[in-house]
């Protein structure tokens, strides 16, 4: 999955992509995050993934700080490991949430849902946006692309 | 790339992915998006990807509607294809500025740079964020997730 990104290491994009840039990685992710899933048979039987992917993918995860493996025993069985999202597995959301909003406007499906994401202390509704700094909601079309420095000088 | 999604194929999220589920079809939307990369030796060169690769992931973004491919002739030299980003491309911006976000404040690089979205307009930065029906921003952390129809009844 890792590639020697080469020059291309300067990019924010190409970083996240180079871990992220495998479709099993982030359908964990979704899993995780969506459904609350956190036990190696949920993910399995969710996804259709194959066990070996899905060991190599929760080891990525884990190994990179997205995810933290725990112990736990069921009486009389062995014990067993179970996989939470980090803080930085969390903020994943807004890619998640990105995904979603293409899926659902590009690739509509008849009766197909959507990760939605609500504000916990209130049960509203956010939606993925483009705002300006004065807090106007920006429409995608109207945007131009360009490059900024990570760290503002 | 293209897997038997099953029940999964009700997630819009699932649905993006199975496309876009291969970090060089995001990095060559990035690529066109952000840099205006048009013709197939500017994308190898950019991302130093193989030819084979490149044609093939050009010739997807094609069939999906995502990428136009046109005919262009320099002065004494063979018919090549340049390659345009179609309305269903440029839509990506909300995938690509996601990524951009996580990777810049989660796999951080000094003397980085990202993607960074203005209105055309005005020049103003335009920032991904979550926001409430009535406009306000909220946090990411505050959100909880949940599922939606992807057509409200």
Redesign the interface.
């Known amino acids: 999955m890792r590639k020697?990104l080469?020059p291309?290491?300067?990019?924010?994009?190409?970083?996240?992509?180079?871990?992220?840039?495998?479709?099993?990685m982030?359908?964990i992710v979704?899993e995780a995050?969506?459904s609350g899933t956190t036990r190696f048979s949920d993910f399995k039987e969710?996804?259709?993934i194959a066990p070996n992917i899905l060991a190599n993918r929760l080891d990525t995860l884990v190994e990179e700080g997205l995810m933290e493996r725990h112990s736990y025993r069921e009486r009389g069985a062995r014990e067993r490991s179970e996989y939470a999202l980090t803080?930085?597995g969390?903020?994943?959301?807004?890619?998640?949430?990105?995904?979603?909003?293409?899926?659902?406007?590009?690739?509509?499906?008849?009766?197909?849902?959507?990760?939605?994401?609500?504000?916990?202390?209130t049960g509203?509704?956010?939606?993925?946006?483009?705002?300006?700094?004065d807090?106007r909601?920006?429409s995608?079309?109207?945007?131009?692309?360009?490059?900024?420095?990570?760290?503002p000088e």
């Open positions: 020697h080469g291309d290491s300067a990019c924010s994009v190409a970083r996240s992509l180079d871990l992220l840039g495998d479709k099993w982030l359908l979704r995050l969506v969710a996804l259709g803080e930085a969390k903020a994943l959301n807004v890619v998640i949430a990105g995904l979603a909003t293409w899926g659902r406007a590009k690739r509509p499906r008849e009766g197909g849902n959507s990760p939605a994401f609500t504000v916990g202390a509203e509704i956010a939606e993925l946006a483009f705002v300006t700094a807090g909601r920006v995608p079309e109207c945007l131009v692309s360009t490059r900024v420095p990570d760290v």
